[in-house]
């Protein structure tokens, strides 16, 4: 049996390793991705604290609720991504100074 500290130190790691690529990546799409990073971290916390809930299993059903609500996040986001790119030809996030026409 693992014990919960496993899980802690992992999700640590994903989150630290979804935080740098959030503050060090001038890409719009690697900053998603380090969200989606930090997401999962939070994800790995609920499922390992969800196993010490042997009643209710509220940890599942909050990761599952997360998944879904992180797979429509990744949706709209890449969305507006490729919107934006179509109207400016670049996806650094510091180059886009305006948003009307």
Do not use: W
């Not at 049996?1 to 690529?21: E, N």
């Not at 971290?41 to 609920?46: F, H, Q, S, V």
């Not at 599952?64 to 670049?90: D, G, P, Q």
């Amino acid at each position: 049996m693992i014990p919960l500290s496993h899980f802690m130190l992992i999700s640590g790691l994903l989150f630290c390793i979804g935080l740098y690529a959030v503050l060090s990546k001038r890409n719009a799409i690697m900053m998603l991705i380090g969200i989606e990073f930090m997401l999962n971290a939070a994800i790995l916390n609920l499922v390992a604290f969800g196993k010490y809930d042997k009643q209710v299993m509220g940890g599942q059903m909050f990761a599952l609720f997360a998944i879904v609500l992180a797979a429509a996040t990744v949706a709209v986001s890449l969305a507006i991504i490729l919107n934006v790119y179509t109207y400016y030809k670049n996806i650094d996030p510091t180059t886009i100074d305006q948003l009307r026409d």
